[in-house]
């Protein structure tokens, strides 16, 4: 007697013909398409036992179905990008989502070194200084315009160079007579103190601080014998070839201060009327 051999589900005998075996028993073909075969998403038809079937994402598709939604390029053995529902194969997904290079406009490609400022992308390799056209990679750099510097390139191109030592300023420094100086190079021509933030004047288009050109060049008090800078509000009064401070100027006998008012000259002394008519 000969063993019965039928499809677990039509019961319709299985001598000679295709059949799959499942873990519950044997299916004609019919029967395992109809129960075990999973429904393409972009066809919506059965993909078949013979149908080479992909899934991504608990989507199942027939091999010829899975593509590219813009271009149709088939995706079955290339990469590709899921965009919101789309498929999409690489190249259309740079073209719409991806940035273009600045320089050599490009697609710059996901997961490539680039370089993003001011709203703007560039390769790596494609971000280059203006001068010694070298990629500044991520070094730092200097816009100017619609150019970009290194640092060397642009402190040797437009940085002002100090009066005194000829080298670049890079930040911070001291302009005297419209000519740019470092700090520290912007000293007294006479004792050398930096006259960064100090009171100075110049004598012949050099600066001297207060006291050098007191020393140097100011008037001498002919009573004191200090200098007469007139810095700090300072007042003089000169009488011909003479100076006074004005609190220095002062009768030589009681010592009454003579500013504003007559005096008398004495060979080398001044003198009230006071003190002249007693003598």
Not at 45 to 63: P, Q, S, V
Not at 194 to 211: E, H, M, R, V, W
Request: include cysteine; aromatic fraction near 12%; charged fraction near 25%.
């Amino acid at each position: 007697m000969t063993e019965c051999f039928d499809c677990d589900n039509c019961k319709e005998s299985l001598y000679g013909r295709k059949y799959i075996q499942m873990d519950n028993g044997p299916y004609c073909i019919p029967c395992y398409d109809s129960h075990f075969a999973n429904t393409c998403d972009e066809c919506k038809e059965l993909i078949g036992h013979d149908c080479r079937e992909l899934y991504y994402e608990d989507r199942h598709y027939h091999e010829h179905c899975f593509r590219c939604f813009r271009c149709d390029r088939s995706l079955a053995d290339e990469p590709f990008t899921c965009q919101g529902e789309e498929l999409l194969c690489n190249d259309c997904y740079c073209s719409e989502f991806s940035s273009k290079c600045i320089a050599c406009e490009k697609t710059v490609m996901p997961g490539s070194r680039k370089l993003e400022y001011n709203g703007q992308t560039w390769h790596e390799h494609c971000f280059i200084c203006s001068s010694c056209q070298q990629p500044i990679g991520s070094r730092s750099f200097i816009p100017d315009k619609k150019d970009y510097y290194c640092v060397p390139c642009y402190e040797s191109k437009f940085a002002p160079r100090c009066t005194r030592c000829k080298k670049t300023l890079t930040k911070g420094g001291v302009t005297y007579r419209d000519e740019p100086w470092h700090k520290e190079c912007f000293v007294c021509t006479g004792c050398k103190t930096p006259l960064a933030g100090q009171q100075f004047t110049s004598q012949d288009d050099n600066p001297y601080c207060i006291k050098c050109f007191g020393n140097l060049y100011a008037k001498k008090c002919s009573a004191c014998t200090k200098p007469i800078t007139g810095f700090g509000g300072g007042k003089y009064v000169s009488f011909e070839d003479r100076h006074w401070h004005h609190n220095c100027f002062n009768c030589a006998r009681c010592n009454t201060s003579l500013v504003g008012k007559g005096f008398i000259p004495d060979n080398d002394e001044i003198l009230c009327r006071d003190c002249t008519s007693d003598l």
